[in-house]
C-alpha cells in the first residue's frame, strides 16, 4: 500500500478552531454498561448545541446499526469497533468538532490506541465510574439479567473484565449528584482547558 498517500488538507486546524469559536476535541466516555455514558454524552451534547458549538455524539449502539454492523462482541471485534470508531472521531476531529465518544470500550491499550490517533490534549478521557452494582441495578436493557443466566457470553463487567483506566483526564460516577452538575463539572474542564469560551 505504499501508494497510498495521505492528503494534507488546506485548512489547519487553526482555523478551523476560529471559524468554529473552539478547539477540536475527542471526548471518550469509558465504563460499565449502565453507567450512564450515553446519557451524561447526549446530555453534555445538548449543552454545547445550546451553547452554539459544533459537536457530535458517537454512541457504541448506533454505530452498530451502520458502520460496524458486521461485528459481533468477540474480543477480535470489539477491538475492530473501537479501532473504526476511533478512526471516524479523528476524522471529526480533523473538521473541527467536539466528537463525544460513548463506548464500554473495555481494554486500556483499545483506548489508548484511539489517544495514540491524535495529538496532545485532543484525547480527553471521560471514566464514567459508576459502580457495578449500580449500573445492574439499572440493567436499562436486561443485558445483566441475560449475562446473569448465561444467555450473554463475555459481558462487560460480568465475565469479561473491564480495564478502568490509571489516568482518566476526568472521573464521573453518575450514581453521585445529578446530570445538570455532571454536565458542568465536564463544561468547566472544557472552559479551563481553553477548549471552548466560557
Known amino acids: 500500500m505504499n501508494h497510498i498517500v495521505w492528503h494534507q488538507h488546506a485548512i489547519t486546524h487553526s482555523e478551523r ?27 453534555l451534547e445538548a449543552e454545547l448545541f445550546r451553547r452554539g458549538l459544533h459537536s457530535y455524539l458517537l454512541d457504541g449502539d448506533n454505530v452498530r446499526h451502520g458502520l460496524c454492523k458486521d461485528l459481533g462482541f468477540s474480543l477480535e ?7 473504526r470508531v476511533g478512526e471516524v472521531a479523528k476524522l471529526m476531529l ?9 463506548f464500554v470500550s473495555p481494554q486500556r491499550a483499545e483506548r489508548d490506541l484511539v489517544r495514540a490517533l491524535v495529538g496532545e490534549g485532543e484525547f480527553i478521557e471521560v471514566h464514567v465510574a459508576t459502580p457495578l452494582t449500580v449500573c445492574e441495578s439499572r440493567d436499562p436493557k436486561g443485558l445483566y439479567q441475560k ?26 460516577d453518575t450514581s453521585e449528584g445529578d446530570l445538570d452538575s455532571q454536565v458542568a463539572k465536564l463544561v468547566d474542564y472544557l472552559i479551563s482547558g481553553g477548549y471552548i469560551p466560557a
Do not use: C, M
Not at 17 to 43: D, E, M, N, V, Y
Not at 77 to 83: G, L, P, S
Not at 94 to 102: R, T
Open 94 to 102: 480533523d473538521a473541527g468538532l467536539l466528537v463525544l465518544s460513548a
Open 147 to 172: 449475562a446473569r443466566a448465561g444467555e450473554i457470553k463475555d459481558f462487560t463487567g460480568i465475565s469479561s473484565p473491564y480495564e478502568a483506566p490509571v489516568s482518566a483526564e476526568l472521573v464521573i
Open 77 to 83: 471485534d470489539r477491538r475492530e469497533n473501537i479501532r
Open 17 to 43: 478552531a476560529a471559524q468554529k469559536g473552539h478547539r477540536g476535541a475527542i471526548l471518550w466516555f469509558t465504563g460499565l454498561s449502565g453507567a450512564g455514558k450515553s446519557t451524561l454524552a447526549g446530555a
